[in-house]
């Protein structure tokens, strides 16, 4: 399942970002648990967190510093 996701919003869930990855959901935690994949959390709202749009975007057009080599 690919998600097309909203220009207008600033965060998505894990669930988007898995199915617009090509991940599934328990993969994209596990790379989120490692700090592998850049993530917010929601003061208040226990366990939940967001991805920011920006670097999802980073990330889907190779340009996010975690991609980058060093030479």
């Given at each position: 399942m690919t998600a097309a996701l909203a220009p207008e919003r600033l965060t998505y869930s894990v669930?988007?970002?898995a199915g617009l990855l090509g991940l599934s959901e328990s993969g994209l935690r596990n790379l989120i648990a490692r700090r592998e994949f850049p993530v917010r959390p929601i003061p208040g709202t226990g366990r939940r967190v967001v991805l920011p749009?920006?670097?999802?975007?980073?990330?889907?057009?190779?340009?996010?510093?975690?991609?980058?080599?060093?030479?």
């Open positions: 669930r988007e970002v749009r920006a670097e999802v975007d980073q990330l889907t057009a190779g340009t996010h510093p975690s991609q980058q080599t060093t030479r």
